[in-house]
């Protein structure tokens, strides 16, 4: 009788029990399997993070490791007295933030029922932003560097997916606790 209910108990909550001990003195052992896995609601939203994962870095090490010449195409051929070497070392640690947020991103790949917090911090980034450039453009007069359709478009596009990661992430309350 205690055995059907033991296996009756594994197979509703896929733990295994184990005895342990001699007849009278016999004691269980409950091991909780962890069987959390990401489902396929979070496919499309693993996918994202994924690519976001990969593209910062790629982009951080590309920054760290890039010297004058390269920057200055990456930035669309600017004027040579715009590109100081203060400019560069200030790229060189931005390169190691995109390397932290490649981190970040790929730990909320991973699991993102589990961390929640990450992908919820990547679209109030996304936000900022889409907001920094249009400020600048509004304070610094880039006009002459860049186009503002171009600085217009990329803070739409930067919003879009906010709002897109924003719509696929998981809630609260759905993942499970440790």
């Not at 990969?54 to 051929?77: W, Y």
Request: proline share 5%; net charge positive.
């Amino acid at each position: 009788m205690i055995l059907a209910l033991t296996k009756a108990l594994q197979r509703l909550t896929r733990c295994q029990v184990r005895e342990y001990g001699k007849r009278k003195t016999t004691f269980r052992l409950q091991i909780q399997e962890a069987t959390h896995m990401p489902g396929a609601p979070y496919r499309a939203l693993r996918i994202i993070l994924g690519i976001f994962s990969a593209l910062a870095a790629i982009a951080g090490f590309v920054i760290i490791f890039s010297n004058r010449p390269l920057i200055m195409r990456l930035f669309l051929k600017p004027p040579e007295s715009e590109v100081s070497t203060l400019l560069l070392v200030a790229l060189k640690e931005m390169g190691g933030f995109a390397l932290m947020l490649s981190v970040m991103l790929f730990f909320a790949y991973r699991d993102p029922a589990r961390n929640v917090a990450i992908v919820n911090t990547f679209v109030i980034g996304l936000c900022i932003l889409a907001f920094t450039p249009l400020w600048s453009l509004y304070t610094l007069d880039m006009r002459h560097l860049y186009p503002a359709s171009l600085i217009w478009g990329r803070s739409l596009v930067r919003l879009a997916l906010a709002a897109l990661l924003f719509y696929l992430r998981p809630r609260e309350g759905a993942g499970e606790q440790s």
